[in-house]
Each structure stands twice: as structure tokens, then as C-alpha cells.
């Protein structure tokens, strides 16, 4: 235990840093080529945005043809000279300026008086049971995308069928069906600076597994090798995104490039999870400019640009928004909201049964409301997430996926083009 | 019970004559059961120590595991010494909570002018310091799991902080966990099952993270004077809902659930929603004082149900904070309580599905000695199926584990920044960060998949880089090198295969220090030291 050990913890050990080795490695540097695998690039491609935080549905979809909603918020209403009008009672906030012309174009579709049947008005616990697909349940281990990925298993996985972007595997992909976190395209696999010693150590370790025969470790390795190769023929390095598309900057921006970069290399890609943050606006939310206009300016800018760079491909791509609940109707005295109950949903993609805003409008006069104060809830979450699975993912039976919940056709809100 | 009387004799037999069984498993050499042992019961070997355990006697060294009292633990705790959360009772750290919020409030005022969003390297002052504390608690897991003599108390701690799980990102409990880990997991973690279920039951950590201390009698009120429920609002408190915050309005069942399906009889121990209902209304009342005085246990009267609640077969009756403690001792010593407790005791130890064999012993012993956590741990440690060959070498780590015990056999010696921790997150298991009450999984498809996998290569790989020099001298003779390996950081337990393609790799390698890093390396990032 001297003062040297503890700096190679400190310094060296973890800094996740390469080997130091030397030119050596690329002279022996043999990858071996590409297994060739079979991907149906139809494939139907769901990608979810979860608005973490709680985003208030009413400036998101902002329903400027009542006149309450002027009452309940003289500070923070957007003003109905800047809104983007949709349907005469509902409009965008100018922030989603973008994404007026796939409303236009039918692909873009809001579903108001969306959430969750369960009262919680934590973060915590509602995000965890919008993740886990059981309201009110707190001891679901798996999240409903991997129950799909397990149920559904009529498509060929390969290692990048259901993705997350971030750091860590989300509750929502948690479970015994192989799932994936990549927190960066260009960092996947092993962190050698040296593509020569990079991959004599990745081949080096593959043989390491494959002496391992059956069993997890060794089909967990394969997969990951695989996904290594599939990336390096993609070369993350190298994407450009279609002809005058720009994505924003940030983290949003940067995830939907990559979505959209996994999508076009047909590495087989279903399911897609990403994270955007900071919709929590309790305190100055602002009106059509402020902290909420930043996030949806980076929202409906990093939305459009993905759409025209994907272009024609969007014809088999969704995009599901989703918050773990809304806010209050009336602001705070802090000129923000607290929260709610009911929020709103944007599903976009060609699929989409798009230019209409889904979803019975309870109102917001206070004898509508749910507890007398929030939007109240006028469609299940899972109504909404089981068209989507059923209707353009193909899943055949959703009652596993929402244990103690059958979603109903009748009841589903219309997002999805009917064939 | 034919087992229970089985298992009985050599109870006894191991108490008191443990120094003279030479191995407890006959097929077993005694350097492979002590690294069994070693890998199961602590976090794996630290250089030298599978020898020792080996010649001083298995059971011997087992016995002396389970009574860590009796073992001296100075080295580690000079290392606590460096560790500032240690100095912070509740209340400190509630202070601290409330500043690091208002500076928040503060910083996201000034955004809003800009129309920005936080950056997290924006922070300072007290919010920086709040963080750097919470980063101490998960690293202090790590440093007591890799330096502590007492190792099988430290798996134990972290089998209870799981079992009991509270999740540190829920509101106040960002400043209720430590303590919950400090004072009342960390001393009963060897003692009673029942003790330590009275505890958490009675922890703030818990009673906030299931929202017991909202439950309250319906039509109940605080008599006057009553100052808020919670004193000002945004206080730790911002994930119960507004209305909550200041006036509770009926009971809430989350604890009574958790209690019965997670902690106590298992989600098969046979009760009804009936009963969920009759326990939530027996501890009403279970309550947190205000935060911003340590937010300690208080017992309210006036929240508490004074009705007659039957459950189980017993009737409560008027007899306030008793009605839980009762309770909760039925519960500790109910079957279910000790088939459930005992098959994931038998998990954590045995194998991801454990035979029936050492669960019958460990609930045989729980019988009897009335839910003694040690003397169910003998009864596993010396059930034929812990020592059963389809179950040496088979178990994969978790990522802690992982980390832990490649920490320990590369001599390392982590200090106070979270970087170990962070490592520990990468690869899946971002410590006290579980949101579901269920706590992580045990069984290796939660550990194992192809992104987790790549990142135990890149922890190897980054481990290996570090000064080796006092576990493996650097040497020229790679097949020297490959022994040393083998037997140093592997136990002797390196395939044919494995040892084939590292030599191979190290074939051009001519510099000793990149030859041992790299052999070091895939070894540890291999599959053989994925398992234990």
C-alpha cells in the first residue's frame, strides 16, 4: 500500500486509456473479414424519446382555443399571435416551428390527455411505470421494450435490435432480452487509440470467448464482436448526414444522428431509446421565449432534421415523444408549473396517421380536471405504446408486454395508418 | 424435517472442531476449496491469501468470517478516516442537501433569463460538494468491499442494502441513504433477521422511499398546533406531489406491498390484497420527522389507525406503534419469510437457481435459532451442494463483484474519488441506484449481454495498464509469465484454450511490461475471471 498504488488507481488503471502498445500490434494486426448476416431492411424501426422530467403538454400542444388557458397562465400562456395554429383549437409552440410541415405532410400526429391511470405525481415512480408498462407496480423487473423484444421473436436479433443511447440500460430495456446502451456510436468497443492495436486486442479477446463454446459469456461475445464489425463497415467516423440537413447541437442532435446512422447502415435496429432532459420547469418556464422554448426549439430541430435525413426511409420509422406525466394548469408563483397529470405525445414517421391531434380533449374548466387542478387522463400510455407495438411494429399479442392491462383496438387513440 | 436433523450434527461439529477438517468437500484439493471460499464468501482472493486460507484450514477460516467482530479491521478503518461523509450525521447532511437545492433553485433562475439548460460543469459550491458526497458513499462501497478482513460482512451489507433496497435518487433520500447504510444495515448485516427488518422498517430511507411516512388514517388530521407536514416545500421533498406535502389524506399501501412480496414472505407467500390493505393500516403513522431536523423516526399518534385490523390470523387492536412491532416479528419468523430469504441467500452463495438441498439446510437453521443470520450462513457453508462441483467456478460476478475482485488480486488500492464506482456503473450496476424496490437481479442474463461485456474488457484492459509489479514481476519468458498469470490472478483455473490464444498473442511482444499488461489484461477481461 504505498503512495505509487493508489496514484495507478487513481491515474493510470482508470482511466480507461489503451494499452501502451507499441507499432508491434499492427504488423500481426489480422481482423478478420465481415460475416456476411441477413437483415430485411424493411424492417419496421420505433424510436422513443423519453422527455424526462415531466414536459407541460399545454405550452407543448397548447390548446389556444380555450380561453382558461389564458386565465390559468397570465405570465407563461403563449400568446396566440405566435402559436403555430394546427386545428383552429390547438396549436404548436412556435418553438416546433419545424415540425409544421410534417404536420402538413400527415406524418406528424400529437396525442393530448395522454399518461398513466396511477395518481403519482413523482418523477420517480412515474417514469418507472411508464418504463415497466404496470402503473401502480412497483416491483416489475423488466421494462415493456425488452417484454416485446422477448415476446416478439419472429425477427432475426442481431446485437443492435433494441438500443439505448446513454450511459446506462434504461428500466424501459431492462430484461432478459438482449438489449444494448451505447453511450457513443464512435466509442463502441474496445477504447484502443490505435486501430491496429484496437483490433488485435478485440480479435485477441473474441478467441478468448469462443473458447467458451455455449452459454451466455459466449453468445454475449459473439454478439458484441459482431456489432463491432458491423460498426466498423458503417465507420461512424465518416457519416454525413443527407444534403443540407444540420443537426443541433447537443445531445439530442448528436443521439438522433446516430439513430439515423444505425437506421441506414441496416444493421437491424427495431427499437431505439433516448433520453432528453430538463423539462422540469417549475420555476420561470417561460412563454414563447424562455427555458421551455429552448428545449422544444432543440426538440422540433433535432426532430426535423432527423426526418429529412432519413428521407424516404422514414417510411418505416416511428417516433414516439413520451413523459412520465404533465403539469399543472395553472402557473406557480414562480411563473412555472408543478406537477400534473396528463401530458401530450408526438408520434412522427411515415406510418403515422399524422396531422390530427389524437385523443379526447377533457377540457380544463376545474370540474374536468383530475383532483380539480391537472389535465385529466383521457388515454392509457399503454393504449398508446400497444398500437404503436401492434399496429406498426407487428406484435401479435400485447398481454405479456402489459401484464394486468389488455390493450384495446377500440380504445387505441389512431395514431398508426390502418393498412 | 429429515434435513433440519441432518444438518443439526455438523452445526456442532463445526462450531467446535472446524481446525480439524481438512477439506469439506472429499473431491476437492484444499487450494480449490479455499478459493471457492474465497470467491464466494469474500470478494475474491488478494495475492497470497488462497495459500493461506488454504494451510490454515477452510472451515476454519469460514468460522472466523462469521464472527467479524473478533477480526481486526484497522487497516480499512484508517482508510474510512479519508472519507468525509463519514463525519456527516443526517442532519448535516440534510443542511448540506437544502443548500446544494437552493443554489439549484438560484442557477436555474439565472438560465432562465438565457433560455439555457444546467450544464453539469456549470455547478460549484454547494452543489458540487453535495455531489462529490454522493460519489463518496458509493466509492466507500468499494474500498470497504476490496479492504476489509471482515469480507463476508461486507457481502452482507451488500446483500441487505439490496434486499432492503432504497433508492438514493428519490427525493430526500439523496440525504437519508448514508446513514441508512451506516446505522442500520451495516451493524445488524450478522445479527438477527428480525432485527434488521425492524430497522429498515423503522428508517427514514425506507419509510420515504415506500412513502410510509405519507400513510395516514383516513379522515385523520394533526391536532393544532401542527406546523406543515413537511416544513417548506422543495426540501427533499419534490417527489411527493404538493397536496401530499402538506396534508397526507389516507393510507398508502407501497410499504405494506414491498414489505410482504419483497422483504418478508415472497410474492408466492400467499396473502391478499385484503391483507396489503390491513398492513398499511397497522403502520400508519410510521413517519419522518421534518427534514431539516435530521428527519429522524416519530411515531403520529393521530395518523395512526386505530381501528381493528385482522391479518394473518391476529387481531390488532388500539395498540399504536406496537400493532408494526409485532408485526414485523410474526413476519421474520413466518416460513415463507424464511423458504423466500433463505433461496436468495442460497442464490447469492450457491447458484442463480439454488439446489433445494441448501435452502432446506439454511431454513432448517433459521428455525432454529430463530432467524440467526450467521448460523443460516454456516448451514449453507456446510450444505454438500455449496461445495457441489456443478457449482464451483460456475457463478458469474456481478459487476461489482467484478470490480471488487479484480481490484484485490492486482493489490490495488483504491482511494476516495468515485472512479472505481464510476467503472462500476458502466458496466450495469450503478451502486444505491437501483429505482425498484426488488433491488438487482442475482442471475448473470441481468449481468451479462454483448455492451456489458465489451466494458468488462475495457475495465481489464485499463486495470492491467497500472504497476504490476508487486503481483507479477515482469519477465521475458512468456511462458513463465503465463504461469504466474494463471496461477496469481486466476487461481489456477486458466483453460488450455485461454492459455493458447495469450500465448500467441504475446508471441512478438518483446518488452516485459507491455507482455505482462497484456497477458494481465485478457485474463481478466477473459471468460475464465468473469465467474467465480
Known amino acids: 500500500m504505498t503512495i505509487s498504488r493508489r496514484v495507478f488507481v ?16 499492427l504488423a500481426r494486426a489480422a481482423f478478420r473479414s465481415f460475416r456476411p448476416s441477413i437483415i430485411p431492411s424493411s424492417r419496421p424501426i420505433l424510436v422513443c424519446l423519453f422527455q424526462r422530467g415531466a414536459v407541460d403538454g399545454l405550452n407543448m400542444i397548447v390548446p389556444h382555443g380555450d380561453p382558461l388557458y389564458y386565465q390559468e397562465r397570465p405570465r407563461i400562456a403563449v400568446p396566440q399571435n405566435t402559436i403555430v395554429d394546427l386545428d383552429g383549437h390547438f396549436g404548436l409552440h412556435p418553438s416546433l416551428a419545424p415540425l409544421k410541415a410534417l404536420w402538413d405532410n400527415k406524418s406528424l400526429a400529437a396525442i393530448h390527455a395522454v399518461g398513466s391511470p396511477d395518481s403519482t405525481r413523482s418523477h420517480f415512480d412515474a417514469q418507472d411505470y411508464m418504463e415497466t408498462g404496470t402503473p401502480g407496480v412497483k416491483s416489475t423487473g423488466d421494462g415493456w421494450v425488452n417484454r416485446y423484444c422477448s415476446h416478439d421473436r419472429e425477427h432475426a436479433d442481431t446485437p443492435f435490435r433494441a438500443i439505448a443511447f446513454g450511459p446506462q440500460l434504461p428500466r ?27 483490433d488485435r486486442l478485440t480479435r485477441a479477446f473474441e478467441q478468448l470467448y469462443e473458447g467458451e463454446g455455449t452459454g451466455l459469456l459466449a453468445s454475449s461475445s459473439r454478439e458484441g464482436f459482431d456489432a463491432i464489425q458491423m460498426l466498423k463497415r458503417a465507420d461512424p467516423t465518416q457519416y454525413r448526414p443527407a444534403a443540407g440537413v444540420d443537426y443541433p447541437q447537443g445531445r439530442l442532435g448528436r443521439t438522433l444522428l446516430q439513430i439515423a446512422q444505425l437506421i441506414k447502415a441496416d444493421v437491424g435496429l427495431e427499437i431505439a431509446f433516448a433520453d432528453c432532459t430538463g423539462w422540469d420547469t417549475h420555476v420561470n418556464q417561460g412563454s414563447n421565449e424562455g427555458q421551455l422554448a429552448a428545449r422544444l426549439r432543440e426538440l422540433g430541430l433535432a426532430l426535423s432534421a432527423f426526418s429529412r435525413d432519413l428521407g424516404d426511409g422514414m417510411s418505416r420509422v416511428v417516433v414516439l415523444t413520451m413523459s412520465e406525466f404533465g403539469r ?11 406537477h400534473g397529470h396528463a401530458t401530450a405525445m408526438l408520434v412522427m414517421g411515415g406510418p403515422v396517421n399524422g396531422g390530427r391531434v389524437l385523443g379526447r380533449w377533457p377540457g380544463l374548466a376545474v370540474e374536468q380536471r383530475f383532483e380539480g387542478r391537472d389535465v385529466a387522463v383521457t388515454t392509457d400510455f399503454r393504449d398508446l405504446f400497444g398500437e404503436v407495438l401492434a399496429r406498426h411494429l407487428g406484435a401479435g399479442d400485447l398481454s405479456p408486454i402489459f401484464p394486468g392491462f389488455t390493450p384495446d383496438p377500440q380504445r387505441f387513440p389512431g395514431a398508426i395508418k390502418s393498412l | 424435517m429429515r434435513i433440519s436433523l441432518l444438518i443439526a450434527i455438523p452445526l456442532i461439529v463445526v462450531t467446535s472442531l472446524s481446525a480439524q477438517m481438512p477439506s469439506p468437500a472429499p473431491a476437492m484439493t484444499a487450494h480449490d476449496s479455499a478459493l471457492h471460499a474465497l470467491n464466494r464468501l469474500a470478494y475474491g482472493p488478494r495475492p497470497g491469501e488462497v495459500d493461506s486460507v488454504a494451510h490454515s484450514g477452510v472451515m476454519r477460516w469460514i468460522e472466523r468470517q462469521l464472527h467479524p467482530d473478533r477480526i481486526d479491521d484497522k487497516a480499512l478503518e484508517q482508510r474510512e478516516h479519508a472519507f468525509k461523509i463519514l463525519d456527516y450525521d443526517r442532519q448535516d447532511l440534510a443542511l448540506r442537501y437544502r443548500d446544494a437545492q437552493r443554489e439549484r433553485q438560484r442557477m436555474q433562475r439565472e438560465l432562465a433569463q438565457t433560455g439555457d439548460s444546467m450544464r453539469p460543469d456549470g455547478i460549484a459550491g454547494p452543489m458540487r460538494e453535495f455531489r462529490a458526497l454522493g460519489g463518496e458513499l458509493q466509492q466507500l462501497a468499494i474500498v470497504r468491499a476490496t479492504l476489509s478482513e471482515r469480507q463476508l460482512r461486507e457481502v452482507m451489507v451488500d446483500f441487505w442494502t439490496n434486499h432492503f433496497n432504497v433508492f438514493v435518487g428519490k427525493g430526500a433520500d439523496r440525504f437519508l441513504l448514508p446513514s441508512y447504510i451506516e446505522q442500520t444495515i451495516r451493524p445488524r ?27 395516514v388514517a383516513p379522515g385523520s388530521s394533526p391536532p393544532r398546533p401542527f406546523r406543515p407536514f413537511f416544513g417548506r416545500r422543495r426540501f427533499g421533498m419534490n417527489e411527493l406531489p404538493e397536496d401530499r406535502r402538506r396534508q397526507p389524506t389516507g393510507i398508502n399501501e407501497n410499504y405494506a406491498r414491498e414489505l410482504l412480496e419483497l422483504h418478508t414472505l415472497g410474492v408466492d407467500g400467499g396473502y391478499t390484497q385484503q391483507d396489503i390493505i390491513a398492513v398499511a393500516r397497522i403502520f400508519t403513522g410510521w413517519s419522518i420527522e421534518r427534514p431539516e431536523r435530521g428527519a429522524g423516526f416519530v411515531f403520529r399518534e393521530w395518523a395512526h389507525d386505530h381501528g381493528t385490523k385482522r391479518v394473518f390470523g391476529l387481531t390488532f387492536n388500539n395498540d399504536g406503534q406496537d400493532e408494526g412491532i409485532r408485526l414485523l416479528k410474526f413476519l421474520a419468523n413466518q416460513r415463507a419469510t424464511m423458504h423466500h430469504v433463505s433461496a436468495k441467500l442460497c442464490a447469492r452463495f450457491v447458484a442463480d437457481e439454488p439446489p433445494d438441498g441448501c435452502v432446506d439446510a439454511a431454513v432448517a437453521a433459521w428455525q432454529k435459532t430463530r432467524g440467526d443470520i450467521r448460523a443460516v450462513l454456516r448451514a449453507i457453508f456446510t450444505s454438500p451442494d455449496f461445495w457441489s462441483q456443478p457449482v464451483v467456478r460456475s457463478k458469474v460476478k456481478t459487476p461489482f463483484e467484478f470490480v471488487v475482485s479484480a481490484v484485490r488480486v492486482l493489490a490495488a488500492d483504491p482511494d476516495t474519488t468515485p472512479q472505481l464506482a464510476q467503472v462500476v456503473a458502466r458496466l450495469g450496476e450503478p451502486l444505491y441506484q437501483q429505482p425498484a424496490p426488488t433491488g438487482y437481479a442475482e442471475t448473470e442474463a441481468h449481468w451479462i449481454n454483448s455492451g456489458a461485456l465489451l466494458a468488462r474488457m475495457n475495465a481489464a484492459l485499463a486495470l492491467a495498464r497500472g504497476s504490476l509489479d508487486a503481483v507479477i514481476p515482469a519477465t521475458t519468458d512468456h511462458s513463465q509469465l503465463i504461469d504466474m498469470v494463471d496461477e496469481r490472478i486466476l487461481g489456477g ?20 511490461t507491455q507482455a505482462r499488461a497484456l497477458a494481465v489484461g485478457l485474463a481478466i477481461g477473459g471468460p475464465e475471471f468473469q465467474k467465480q
Open chain 2, 493 to 512: 483455473t486458466m483453460s488450455a484454450h485461454t492459455r493458447s490464444v495469450i500465448l500467441e498473442q504475446l508471441a512478438d511482444i518483446n518488452d516485459p
Open chain 1, 10 to 25: 487513481r491515474n493510470g488503471g482508470l482511466a480507461l486509456v489503451s494499452l501502451g502498445l507499441d507499432p508491434l500490434f
Open chain 1, 172 to 198: 424501459i430495456l431492462a430484461g432478459s432480452a438482449p438489449s444494448l446502451a451505447i453511450d457513443d456510436l464512435e466509442a463502441f468497443g474496445l477504447r484502443v487509440p490505435r486501430e491496429g492495436a484496437r
Open chain 1, 328 to 338: 399543472t394548469i395553472r402557473e406557480n408563483g414562480n411563473s412555472g408549473t408543478d
Open chain 2, 189 to 215: 448485516a450478522m445479527g438477527h433477521f428480525e432485527d434488521l427488518l425492524i430497522a429498515t422498517a423503522e428508517s427514514p430511507a425506507m419509510l420515504f422511499y415506500l412513502d410510509n411516512a405519507q400513510s
